[in-house]
């Protein structure tokens, strides 16, 4: 990690489907009104993780990233099957547009 590399911890993420998240401060982007943060986030539901806005990295980075998750036990999951409209069990609620809010977005 770098130094402009910042942990959070599951204290800050009660209300979230994720528990910790590792945000890439190096990666930031700022667009008109808001502020794009990279972050790996850990879902609280099995091991699955993610990077919100990896296109902002390398995909050498992203290949790199995902062989050390892969390696520790973590099931990397893309940014595109994320996006796909949620269709599981709790389809009837509206709190879950797509499987990204699902298992790694606040709630």
């Known amino acids: 990690l770098s130094e402009h590399t910042v ?3 599951a204290i800050y993420n009660q209300d979230a489907s994720f528990s910790i998240a590792i945000i ?4 930031e ?4 009104d808001y502020i794009i943060q990279p972050a790996l986030r850990f879902s609280n ?3 699955m993780t993610n990077i919100g806005w990896g296109d902002l990295f390398e995909e050498e980075e992203m290949e790199r990233i995902e062989g050390i998750l892969n ?3 973590f099931t990397y999951i893309p940014n595109d099957e994320l ?3 949620y269709d599981g069990v709790m ?5 879950f547009p ?3 809010t699902r298992f790694f977005d606040w709630i």
């Open 91 to 95: 389809k009837g609620n509206s709190d």
């Open 71 to 73: 390696e520790e036990g």
């Open 83 to 85: 996006e796909k409209d």
């Open 29 to 32: 982007n700022t667009e008109k």
């Open 98 to 100: 797509n499987w990204r």
């Open 24 to 27: 890439f401060k190096e990666r």
């Open 45 to 47: 539901f099995g091991d």
């Open 7 to 9: 942990f959070e911890g």
